[in-house]
């Protein structure tokens, strides 16, 4: 396993793949990443899925967002993540139970 400040240039590289919509760069980057940093999952997991989703790849940003949510279920972000990939793939009444789930948690947000 490598270091916490090379994870931190890899994550940056990350982040400036997908600013500048490289996403197939970032993908195969954050893809390897989640081998080597297994403590980091939640976060490269929304990460690739956020990517995924870019590339329109719902089915595949689902599975990371969903486990995700399921590493970290506390964390809000990742039932927005699989709520926005629900409804890209037409299940809306799934999105709208992780959306309330979600204001449960979060009045605010």
């Known amino acids: 396993m490598k270091n916490k400040l090379t994870f931190e240039r890899e994550y940056a590289n990350l982040k400036s793949l997908f600013t500048t919509r490289s996403f197939e ?5 954050v893809t390897r ?31 990371d967002s969903s486990l995700a949510l399921s590493v970290s279920p506390e964390l809000s972000d990742a039932y927005l993540v699989v709520s926005d990939c629900l409804i890209a793939t037409q299940r809306l009444s799934e999105a709208a139970k992780l959306l309330e789930i979600m204001h449960l948690k979060e009045p605010n947000n």
């Open 25 to 29: 760069t970032a993908e195969n980057l």
């Open 33 to 63: 990443m989640l081998k080597d940093y297994t403590v980091f999952d939640y976060d490269l997991l929304l990460k690739r899925a956020r990517i995924r989703q870019c590339l329109m790849r719902y089915e595949d940003a689902l599975v």
